[in-house]
């Protein structure tokens, strides 16, 4: 077999490492480093950075980053959990933005995983550019950019449902996942949950059937999806209804079901009928939905609502 590399002579095996020596990155980091600036003509690198420490050296918060070629990218940004949520972050940001106009810099960008900050930096007028799957698995990351020279268009919260549209095939998995995340808010079922988990099933069928529907942010975010069955006769049956756990309460399982009633009165039905989560009652209840059975289900004797199409 031919040896991967060749060097004066003598095959060098490569060999990933878990580890690197400070050192190592430094000097791969200077060769690329060098390699760019022959690339571009751009010589201009520098640090974008600021530490907070508290009078005894332990670090509270900080923004890292750098400045190169007219743009600037922030790698990290963190605040301790004492001083979260005391626009420490933000003014982190700003200051990092401003410094970065200050270099001459026309653009910023950075990344978040969903379970981070998306919705921060969409409120503090940074652009969805791009997401990837899986990263980690089952987990979406958010690309951004912000133009800086630019008057800042504030975006709306990425919380706000922005439009409630077919589900596509792509995504079913996603939906599965979503699923599991909402219905993991109800304690009591966890357990059972845990060990059915086929209960959950991605609705590939009902998305070729054009039957679920997502609710998704400005910048595309899945907070939520609902699933109705076949119209019978004139009854429409709501069969799923779940929120992102970080998005409940915001009326976006409300819109949800707004979205159903629409299309179930567009095709000729006059109810919309739904076996509740037991703890779901109140919510449908506040829709509008009166209590008209009980129906019998894996987990458990459920509520059977119904509301009327006016
Ligand atoms: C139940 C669920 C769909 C509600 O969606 P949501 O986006 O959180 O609810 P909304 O913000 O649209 O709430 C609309 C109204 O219902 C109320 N409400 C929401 N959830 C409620 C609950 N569990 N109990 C009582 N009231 C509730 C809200 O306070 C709001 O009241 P308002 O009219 O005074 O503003 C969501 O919490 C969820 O996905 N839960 C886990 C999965 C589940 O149980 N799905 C239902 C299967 S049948």
């Not at 918060?61 to 790698?75: C, K, L, M």
């Not at 979406?140 to 922005?162: G, N």
Request: proline share 5%.
């Amino acid at each position: 077999m031919k040896p991967p590399l060749r060097h004066g002579g003598e095959s060098v095996p490569i060999r990933i490492s878990d580890a690197v020596a400070a050192d190592d990155r430094t000097e791969l980091e200077d060769r690329l480093h060098a390699f760019n600036v022959e690339s571009t003509g751009f010589r201009d690198a520098r640090d974008l950075s600021c530490l907070l420490r508290d009078p005894d050296g332990t670090l509270v918060a900080g923004i890292d980053g750098f400045t190169w070629g007219g743009y600037a990218q922030i790698e990290v940004l963190w605040v301790s959990e004492g001083l979260r949520g005391n626009g420490v972050g933000r003014k982190l940001l700003e200051a990092a933005e401003a410094e970065a106009r200050k270099r001459g810099c026309t653009s910023i960008v950075l990344s978040s995983h969903e379970f981070q900050a998306p919705r921060f930096y969409a409120k503090l007028g940074y652009r969805l550019v791009g997401t990837t799957e899986d990263t980690p698995a089952g987990h979406r990351a958010f690309h951004f950019q912000k133009h800086l020279a630019a008057t800042e268009q504030l975006q709306p919260d990425v919380a706000v449902v922005e439009s409630i549209r077919d589900a596509r095939p792509d995504e079913a998995l996603a939906l599965e996942r979503l699923q599991r995340r909402s219905s993991d808010v109800w304690e009591e079922y966890r357990a059972e949950l845990a060990a059915n988990p086929d209960a959950i099933e991605p609705p590939h069928r009902a998305i070729t059937d054009g039957r679920v529907r997502v609710a998704v942010d400005a910048c595309g975010r899945r907070l939520g999806f609902s699933v109705v069955l076949p119209i019978r006769g004139d009854r429409c049956e709501l069969d799923d209804l779940f929120v992102e756990p970080d998005s409940m309460r915001r009326g976006v399982g409300r819109l949800l079901v707004d979205d159903v009633v629409t299309r179930a009165a567009a095709a000729g039905a006059s109810y919309v009928d739904v076996i509740a989560n037991p703890n779901a009652v109140g919510f449908y209840e506040r829709l509008g939905f009166e209590h008209t059975g009980w129906s019998s289900t894996r987990f458990g004797d459920a509520p059977r609502m119904s509301l009327e199409l006016t």
